[in-house]
């Protein structure tokens, strides 16, 4: 096999390798000896799994055996003795019946590295490299890493006496042999259920309950560069993302640049709150490569989030679900008209009233039909400008449905109540107002899942995201909302749960 041409496609595909995460993909030498020259310290084996199977089509194709024979299967982690750090992430298949007896009996003991064994017996082989390539993590996240870090991987023979001896695939973090520092940001979603005082009687606007998701979320990796570069991601996020970068690093008069790679994302204006999110962990990043550590709160003010609602300020600080205070409003306060985030630059996020974590046994599908995005910019500044205020009746309603329906059934875990709460507020003040712009498809949609057996169904901010609770019904509910998709122009679904902590950032 080619490595050298494998090593290039891998740097094509997610950025430049570090000389040891090259040499540790294509040794043909012992992996164990070389960690332990390139860390100082004994490399051990710990175990998670060892068992004699019959061997299956890939142990035919790749060992050279017949269907059936038995095939020793290891999976392991190759640790550093002194730190504890899980250092590779390794599986083996080999033929039982090719092992000598002193060499089978040591393999069985499963403490003792593959390639000390071999040293052990002075057993003459060599190593034959199949492949070597990215892949995304598949460990059960063994390894300190952020959801969805990719992994590399690389998979060889060890042959003696002209015959495959042991079959072995490796796998380390793409951020993990480094020669450089970088930072790596995973980022939940949200839900945005609703604003609550679209108002203002009582000197206050604005007022937010949210729900950090699990999935789909956001994951980045940054490291210092003589300019800013953003690589991967649609123009309207790459265009966020070096804004933001520009704008931070400016602010706290840095110099020097940042390069960011987007691993994953979501589209802007679906209602998931994609824009804050970028916004916050690209702030968050560009200062940790820096040495620079300031509240979320403040990043999100720095990057203009969170003018009007702080769900996804919070959900990124500590996830669950959330209650946000609004801001103070009138003459000479911070917001003196009705406004979206996009037009209120500079004002503080609001205080979080209450954060609680969301109930795991509670599932949440997500609907997206494939029709216009949800309103933003100009567009949606006219909306609020137009629609505002809500009257105070309304409102009413809607703090009453929050306080005596929603939040006892958070507490309770009584879903009933929770969902009905939910179902209640989509005809309830400015929730109402976003309903209003939508296309019949979407409460058509609402409809069919709550007919599956959604408890509660609602709209996420703008849309076109919809979303429904429910919990041994979830995939009942999907199948009927993805049907009608696919009858009425296309979409996407996806069954997640609630995040109940923040953004996950780690230093590599």
């Known amino acids: ?3 050298g041409g494998c090593l290039k496609q891998i740097e094509n595909e997610v950025g430049r390798l570090s000389p040891l995460q090259k040499i540790l993909l294509g040794t043909d030498g012992s992996v164990t000896q070389l960690l332990e020259s390139v860390t100082g310290h004994p490399v051990v084996v710990r175990t998670r799994n060892q068992e004699i199977v019959n061997a299956d089509k890939n142990d ?46 040591d393999l069985l003991k499963a403490d003792i590295p593959i390639g000390k064994i071999i040293a052990r017996h002075q057993i003459e082989a060599r190593r034959e490299i199949l492949d070597a390539k990215v892949t995304r993590d598949d460990t059960g996240s063994i390894f300190p890493i952020c959801r969805n870090e990719l992994l590399l991987m690389r998979q060889y023979r060890i042959i003696h006496g002209g015959k495959p001896l042991i079959f072995i695939q490796e796998q380390f973090p793409y951020n993990q042999f480094l020669d450089e520092h970088r930072v790596i940001v995973r980022t939940p979603s949200r839900i945005h259920v609703t604003l609550l005082d679209m108002n203002g009687g ?26 800013i570069e953003v690589h991967g991601g649609d123009p309207r996020t790459v265009s966020l993302v070096t804004e933001c970068a520009k704008n931070i690093l400016t602010a706290f008069r840095i110099d020097g640049g940042v390069s960011i790679s987007l691993r994953e994302y979501f589209p802007s204006h679906s209602g998931l ?13 560009c200062l940790e490569i820096y040495g620079k550590n300031i509240p979320t709160k403040e990043l999100a003010r720095l990057s203009g989030r969170g003018g009007t609602s702080g769900i996804g300020t919070a959900a990124f600080d500590q996830g669950g679900f959330i209650i946000d205070g609004g801001h103070r409003f009138g003459p000479a306060c911070e917001k003196t008209g009705f406004a979206p985030s996009s037009a209120s630059k500079g004002v503080r996020p609001p205080p979080v009233l ?16 494939a029709c216009p995005e949800g309103a933003s910019g100009k567009r949606e500044h006219e909306i609020f400008r137009n629609c505002c205020p809500i009257p105070l009746g309304e409102v009413q309603q809607l703090c009453h449905q929050v306080l005596m329906r929603m939040l006892p059934g958070l507490m309770e875990k009584d879903l009933d109540q929770f969902g009905s709460a939910i179902n209640a507020i989509q005809s309830l003040g400015f929730k109402k107002i976003e309903h209003s712009f939508q296309p019949k498809e979407i409460s058509s949609l609402l409809e069919t899942m709550r007919d599956a057996g959604a408890v509660g169904a609602g709209m996420s901010s703008f849309g076109p995201t919809l979303y429904a609770i429910g919990d041994t019904g979830i995939q009942d509910i999907e199948r009927a909302a993805q049907s009608y998709l696919n009858e009425t122009g ?13 953004a996950a950032v780690r230093i590599a």
């Not at 599986?91 to 007896?101: C, E, G, Q, Y």
């Not at 709150?273 to 990043?285: D, N, P, V, Y």
């Not at 209450?354 to 039909?369: G, K, M």
């Open 1 to 3: 096999m080619d490595i």
């Open 60 to 105: 035919v194709e790749r060992l050279g055996v017949l269907p059936g024979d038995l095939v020793n299967n290891r999976v392991v982690e190759l640790l550093d003795a002194v730190t504890g750090e899980i250092l590779i992430y390794a599986k083996s298949r080999t033929p039982i019946a090719r092992l000598a007896p002193d060499f089978r009996e």
């Open 202 to 227: 009582l000197g206050r606007v604005d007022g937010g309950i949210g729900i950090a998701l699990e999935d789909p979320g956001i994951l980045l990796e940054a490291r210092a560069s003589h300019s």
């Open 273 to 285: 709150g994609s824009g804050s999110q970028l916004a916050i962990a690209t702030a968050r990043a």
């Open 354 to 369: 209450l954060r609680h974590d969301f109930p795991a046994d509670w599932h949440i599908l997500l609907a997206t039909p």
């Open 490 to 502: 296309g979409g996407t679904t996806l069954v997640t749960s609630a995040r109940n902590c923040g």
